[in-house]
T-cell receptor
Framework: QKEVEQNSGPLSVPEGAIASLNCTYS??????FFWYRQYSGKSPELIMS????GDKEDGRFTAQLNKASQYVSLLIRDSQPSDSATYLC??????????FGTGTSLTVIP | SAVISQKPSRDICQRGTSLTIQCQVD?????MFWYRQQPGQSLTLIAT?????????ESGFVIDKFPISRPNLTFSTLTVSNMSPEDSSIYLC?????????????FGEGSWLTVV
């Protein structure tokens, strides 16, 4: 199920910096895109969804979508140690199924 | 979002046995899915659980190995049959949100299976 690709990392950033996470997808007809956060030993939890080209901001999180390039990203501003987790990109395809990327492991260093 | 309860939350299973995982949702949902997450890996969709009909399996997953039931809009089961150590994994039930949030999915807490 290689429909969604992410850099596996690990990605390390200092506290207060911006963390940038990237994702590409293969189904050009996909219309819905999501970022989930998964702490070790826990199930994934939804952070953000984005459906239109451009940026969508929610607090310290900004999702960016470029359907022409089939590219989704997540920016985390003012990163905190509590942001240390694995971030999963998910895409809802034209068949209404949700596929996940391999996840990017983020560590925020105090 | 719906509250999703899975049982068992954790189990150690003997090779060659089968285990059934239950997923109960506190409201009626149209779409239910079963995912597997092997150690250190991302989520892999096993199948879509269809109410009143056979589940729709993804490539690489078959009904004989992972039989699924969905008798109503709030409940589903996944059985992992004839288990081997390679089946050691987290199994996650998920549901599509309802109403305005129908465009995303939410997860239960997962069932952590270790096969010895």
């Amino acid at each position: 199920q290689k429909e969604v690709e992410q850099n596996s990392g690990p990605l390390s950033v200092p506290e207060g910096a911006i963390a940038s996470l990237n994702c590409t997808y293969s189904d050009r007809g996909s219309q819905s895109f999501f970022w989930y956060r998964q702490y070790s030993g826990k199930s994934p939890e939804l952070i953000m969804s984005i459906y239109s080209n451009g940026d969508k901001e929610d607090g310290r999180f900004t999702a960016q979508l470029n359907k022409a390039s089939q590219y989704v990203s997540l920016l985390i501003r003012d990163s905190q140690p509590s942001d240390s987790a694995t971030y999963l990109c998910a895409v809802k395809n034209t068949g209404n199924q949700f596929y996940f990327g391999t996840g990017t492991s983020l560590t925020v260093i105090p | 979002s719906a509250v999703i309860s899975q049982k068992p939350s954790r189990d150690i299973c003997q090779r060659g046995t089968s285990l059934t995982i239950q997923c109960q949702v506190d409201s009626q949902v149209t779409m239910m899915f079963w995912y597997r997450q092997q150690p250190g890996q991302s989520l892999t969709l096993i199948a879509t659980a269809n109410q009143g009909s056979e589940a729709t399996y993804e490539s690489g997953f078959v009904i004989d190995k992972f039989p699924i039931s969905r008798p109503n809009l709030t409940f589903s089961t996944l059985t992992v049959s004839n288990m081997s150590p390679e089946d050691s994994s987290i199994y996650l039930c998920s549901v599509a949100g309802t109403g305005g949030s129908g465009n995303t999915i939410y997860f239960g807490e997962g069932s952590w299976l270790t096969v010895v």
